[in-house]
């Protein structure tokens, strides 16, 4: 294992737990993305360009911007109902 | 559940856990130690037989196309599922006045934001065309082609405004995209039956080794999955940002 191995891993190791140590959840969202930009050069390290793609678009995009809308929507029902 | 009963759970938890987890730990393969007979045979039999590189793609759209096609109809039910959810209410309508409900900032876009948007969203929809286009010769294929054009479209939703972005998602093509995607895999699978050939077997011609058109029938399951996830995550992504927006009062 290369030294650039075992940093990305301990990157991943160290944003995951971000994700579970931040308890905002506009916080969480954003260390979600943090985690998955992580993942994308840790694939990208291991030789899997293919798996890389799919992270980045899906972990630091797709999800990130999912649960931002959510969060959102549920933010104003609760204003709409007071 | 008080604070010493969880405690004491996930004391006793531990102590249960953690010998299975050393267990499996000592008894792991090592770091990049290489005992997969199912990669290898690939790798020297699909150049040979299929007349592409990518191994990934050939093993995803040639090898196990069937377990592909599965796939392709759980991604089409999840996005159906969110798109009834979410669409029942609102119907079809277009007209959109995003971000109008009371107590949401609109806050203008910045200036910066507007530039990177326009220059980083054309060249990472045409990223995105190049990895489906080359899904036989290089990494990548038809899902990571579409959900890189559907993250392009994400970035032209953040430089222009949502009115704009919501004028060209028009949800009929989106839902052709995606629910013809899926259609013609099937039919490819099953073109193959009507010459006495087996369900999704290659029997197009496989073109030259590392041509971007090579592979034979597994160009046309790759561009279908690239239009049924590209149609899929686009659906998915308008039904989100249309619940931001406000329900009534719209014409």
Known sequence: ??????????????TGAGIVFSRDPRRQVLAIAGNGLALTLLFTALQAPDVAFSELAVGTAALPLLFLVALASVRTDRKSDL | MTRTARLLLFAVAVLVLAPA??????????????ELPYGDAVNSTIPAARHISNM???V?????????????????????????????????????HPAQMRGRLNAPRSDALVLTGRLMGPM????GLYVV???TVTPGGGFQGGVVISS?????????????????????????????GALIFVLAGAAPLCFGAHFLQNIMPLGKFRDMLSGGLMQIVNAAVACAVLGGFALVFLEFLEETREPRGDP
């Open chain 2, 21 to 34: 987890g050393v267990v499996v730990a000592m008894n792991m393969p090592a770091f990049g130690s290489h």
């Open chain 2, 152 to 180: 392009g479209l994400l970035l032209l939703y953040l430089c222009e405004d949502y009115q704009t972005w919501r004028w060209f998602m028009r949800a009929g093509w989106l839902d052709a995209c995606e629910g013809g």
């Open chain 2, 60 to 96: 995803n759209f040639d090898v196990r196309g069937l377990d592909t096609l599965g796939e392709e109809f759980m991604l089409v039910c999840a996005v159906t599922g969110t798109v009834v959810l979410l669409r029942g209410e609102r119907g079809e309508k277009l007209t959109s």
């Open chain 2, 124 to 127: 990472v929809l045409l990223f």
């Open chain 2, 56 to 58: 990934v793609s050939a």
């Open chain 1, 1 to 14: 294992m290369t030294v650039l191995l075992a940093l990305l891993l301990f990157l991943t190791a160290a």
């Open chain 2, 133 to 135: 286009l080359h899904a």
